[in-house]
């Protein structure tokens, strides 16, 4: 038996998770906003600095746990933004110093993954579509590999920057599948899949164009991007199924809360013969329940940081997905 709590903050959110034996006790978030214009990351860190202590007290009393119930505390130690990372990494160390119990890095794209298991996946391909990332990840030969990814910036900020520029908030995404749902016509832009990776820098510049010509309507230029990213995402997801001979493909990642891109990725593996796995939104977003889980298998094996090594505990900001070296597997 064991009680973990797992802290998330790489960006936008900043959230505790509580997990005991591979159930989810308590799953409490807030995220940063904006009216206009993208994150800054100062500011979603002062954020996190004036959530996290009702957000923890709110965690516990959602799970029924006494601060002494807690065995270990995983944090979120990258990739992500160094302001943001810095809030988690220290409220964990004041946490575990007080209450004397170990401390467990986690790697915030792997947790993603593995929190896919509580939907049924045994040894998924994973689309992780979000913010900063896209990467196509799969367990093979003892580490996560990167399939395929992103050459530049992120399906997540590609879609807030198109939304930014057509004069809406943080975060695009959502308020960008509604106005494709209004979409009627397929208006032509690129389409960028190099290899095994994409790029969306330069559709991005041809989307700004095509607003500031004032000549295409905003919800046909929304659903336009959709049909066109997603399936370029779709593409090499199916791809790396074929290549490694995976069976199941896994959503993670805020973006893959859009239901048009749920749909698309069921659509392939159907006619393929996969399996399509999907966590709940609450999932999907960044939060601490993911970190917790992923954090109680790394407890289970040993892999954490005593109390008193806790000098050594440390962000990673830039750390990737295929250098962390994975013992539990
Ligand atoms: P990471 O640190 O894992 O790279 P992240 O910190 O940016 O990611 P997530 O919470 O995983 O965070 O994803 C946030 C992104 O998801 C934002 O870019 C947001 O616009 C996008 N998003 C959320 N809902 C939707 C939706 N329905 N359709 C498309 N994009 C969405
Ligand atoms: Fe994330």
Redesign the pocket.
Known sequence: MSIILGIES????FGIGVVKNGKILANVKDTYTTEKGGIIPLDAAKHHEQKKKEIYEEALKIAGVKEGDIDAIAFSQG??LAPCLLVGMKFTRELAERLSIPIIPVN??IA?LEIGRITGAKDPMMLYA????TQIIGYAAGKFRIFGETLDV?V??F??NFARLAGLGF????K??EMAKQGKNLVEIPYKVKGMDVAFSGILTNLKQKIESGKYNLNDLAFSLQEVVFAMLVETSERALAHTGKKELLLG???G???R?QEMCGIMCKERGAKFFVPSNDL???NGSMIAYLGEILFKNGDLIPIKDIDKVDIAPRQRTDDVEIKYK
């Open positions: 790489t960006a936008h959110t990739p992500g915030h794209c993603h979000s913010g900063a990332n992120g997540g900020n879609i807030d975060p695009g995404g959502p960008i599948q990642g805020g973006v809360c859009n239901s891109l999907l977003t960044d």
